[in-house]
Antibody, heavy 118, light 108 residues
Framework: QVQVVESGGGVVQPGRSLRLSCAAS????????MHWVRQAPGKGLEWVVV????????YYADSVTGRFTISRDNSKNTLYLQMNSLRAEDTAVYYC???????????WGQGTLVTVSS | SSELTQDPAVSVALGQTVRITCQGD??????ASWYQQKPGQAPVLVIY???NRPSGIPDRFSGSSSGNTASLTITGAQAEDEADYYC???????????FGGGTKLTVL
């Protein structure tokens, strides 16, 4: 069955870096567009970034442009999110999700919590 | 505009019908999808491409769209439908995705 499992969250000080991973299984990872979506505590969903199936095209939300970098290793069926210069407002649960068809999210991971605090 | 607007909260009596709406200019060009999220859980797709329902989603959930407004309708709401609901689409560029602010549904 389709699974995406996030890891790498934790507590980090403002200005520091963190890398999230998302391990995919149960589907042909190389064929799918993948995203990171986040949710601050008690808040709504916020789309963060998308990467094309071949990794060539990436688009970022304005709130993370220049600080976050998405990548994927199709040989390892793994998606990454490198987060630099972290801010308190980046505190959130980060979800890995894939899109299909007209761009709807059909599978989501359970999320990994990132807390930016001194 | 890259925004999708939802009412923050809606309530419905058990067994009655409720409509949750989502407004945004990008809905004129791109399909809306809808997600249900219960506390402590990941979002779950309930409607895609405006009107389609994934397998396993009860047929009391339906979607529609007209102009710049997409709607999620629950016909005969059940207690287990109490959750937050989010609409989603792309922005006008087609390269960014955007979520509505979410609607908290209370089943009375």
């Amino acid at each position: 069955q389709v699974q995406v499992v996030e890891s790498g969250g934790g507590v980090v000080q403002p200005g520091r870096s963190l890398r999230l991973s998302c391990a995919a299984s149960g589907f042909t990872f190389t064929s799918y567009v993948m995203h990171w979506v986040r949710q601050a505590p008690g808040k709504g969903l916020e789309w963060v970034v998308v990467i094309s199936s071949d990794g060539r095209n990436k688009y970022y939300a304005d709130s993370v442009t220049g600080r976050f970098t998405i990548s994927r290793d199709n040989s390892k069926n793994t998606l990454y999110l490198q987060m630099n210069s972290l801010r308190a407002e980046d505190t959130a649960v980060y979800y890995c999700a894939r899109t299909v068809g007209n761009g709807y999210f059909d599978y989501w991971g359970q999320g990994t919590l990132v807390t930016v605090s001194s | 505009s890259s925004e999708l607007t939802q009412d923050p909260a809606v309530s419905v009596a058990l067994g009655q019908t409720v409509r949750i709406t989502c407004q945004g200019d990008s809905l004129r060009s791109f399909y809306a999808s809808w997600y249900q999220q219960k506390p402590g859980q990941a979002p779950v797709l309930v409607i895609y491409s405006k009107t389609n329902r994934p397998s396993g989603i009860p047929d009391r959930f339906s979607g529609s769209s007209s102009g710049n407004t997409a709607s999620l309708t629950i016909t005969g709401a059940q207690a287990e439908d109490e959750a937050d609901y989010y609409c989603n689409s792309r922005d006008s560029s087609g390269n960014h995705w955007v979520f509505g602010g979410g609607t908290k549904l209370t089943v009375l």
